[in-house]
C-alpha cells in the first residue's frame, strides 16, 4: 500500500517511518508546523525524508495553532517535569491537534494516489491525549470514509494504538532505527533535558525493551525518580 505518513520527527513516528520503508509502504511523509515550541524536531522529520529518497511536505499551520491556546506546547507556559503519565502533563494538551492534522493528511493521500495514511500514536499516549485513543481512531477512520466515499478510499493506519513506547523501541530496533536522529524532548534545548514527560518516557522504553539509548541527558538519571514516584517497579 502506498502510505503518507504523519511524522513529527519523534521515536515513535521516525521508527514507524523505518518499519514502514521496510516492507516497502512508505511512500511521503508530512509534518506540521503548528507553533510548537520544540518545532527544532521537524528536521529530523525531513532527515528521515532524505534518508528514504520520498517526498516531505511541511504544512505551515503556525496560524490555526495560534488560536489553540493554553498549552504548554503553544504558550508560554512552563513545560512540567515528571512521568508523562501524570495528571500534570494534561497541560501539554494542544485541543484537537491531531484530527486536524490527520485530516490533512487524508486529503494529501488522495489527492496524490495513496491508499493509507499512517500515525504512530501509542497506548502510552491515552492518558493524557484523548485524540490518541482507540475510540479517536476508529472514529476518524468512519468519518474519513464518509467524507471521501465515492472519491478515494484511504485507511487510517495505526499499529501502535494499544502498544507501548517500548514496543516500538523494540519494533524500531529491529528496522534498523537510528534513534540519535529523532527527538523528543519539550524543552526544544540542545540536548534532551531529561525531566520533562516525553524525556522521561522515552529514556524509561529503552529501559523496558533492553535497547541501549543513545540519546544524551541533561539529567540522565531523573527518570528513574520520576517512575518511581509514580509507583512503577
Known amino acids: 500500500m502506498k502510505t503518507v505518513l504523519v511524522c513529527s520527527g519523534g521515536l ?17 511523509i508530512v509534518s506540521f508546523d503548528y ?19 520520498v517526498p516531505f511536505d511541511l504544512i505551515d499551520m503556525r496560524p490555526v495553532g495560534a488560536v489553540l491556546t493554553g ?26 491537534r491531531n484530527a486536524i492534522m490527520l485530516s490533512i493528511a487524508f486529503g494529501l493521500a488522495a489527492a496524490s494516489g495513496c491508499d493509507r495514511v499512517a500515525a504512530a500514536v501509542h497506548g502510552g499516549d491515552h492518558f493524557i491525549y484523548p485524540d490518541c485513543r482507540p475510540g479517536f481512531t476508529e472514529a476518524f477512520a468512519a468519518m474519513q470514509h464518509a467524507a471521501m466515499e465515492g472519491y478515494a478510499r484511504v485507511e ?32 526544544g534545548g540542545e ?18 525493551a533492553g ?21 512503577a517497579q
Open 191 to 208: 540536548i534532551h533535558c531529561g525531566r520533562c514527560g516525553t524525556c522521561v518516557e522515552r529514556r524509561e522504553a529503552f529501559h523496558l
Open 211 to 231: 535497547v541501549p539509548d543513545p540519546t544524551p541527558y541533561a539529567d540522565p538519571d531523573f527518570w528513574r525518580l520520576a517512575v518511581a514516584g509514580r509507583g
Open 35 to 53: 507553533g510548537q515550541r520544540h518545532r527544532k524536531e521537524l528536521e529530523f522529520a525531513r532527515a528521515a525524508a532524505c534518508r528514504f529518497n
Open 71 to 96: 498549552s504548554a506546547l503553544t504558550d508560554d507556559v512552563p513545560v512540567p517535569d515528571g512521568h508523562y503519565a501524570e495528571e500534570t502533563m494534561r497541560i501539554t494538551v494542544v485541543p484537537n
Open 156 to 187: 487510517l493506519h495505526v499499529p501502535f494504538v494499544r502498544r507501548t513506547k517500548a514496543d516500538i523501541v523494540a519494533e524500531g530496533a529491529r528496522a534498523g532505527t537510528p534513534f540519535a536522529q529523532t527527538w523528543s524532548c519539550y524543552k
Open 12 to 28: 515513535d513516528s521516525v521508527s514507524l517511518a523505518h518499519i514502514l520503508a521496510a516492507e516497502g509502504s512508505l511512500t511521503r
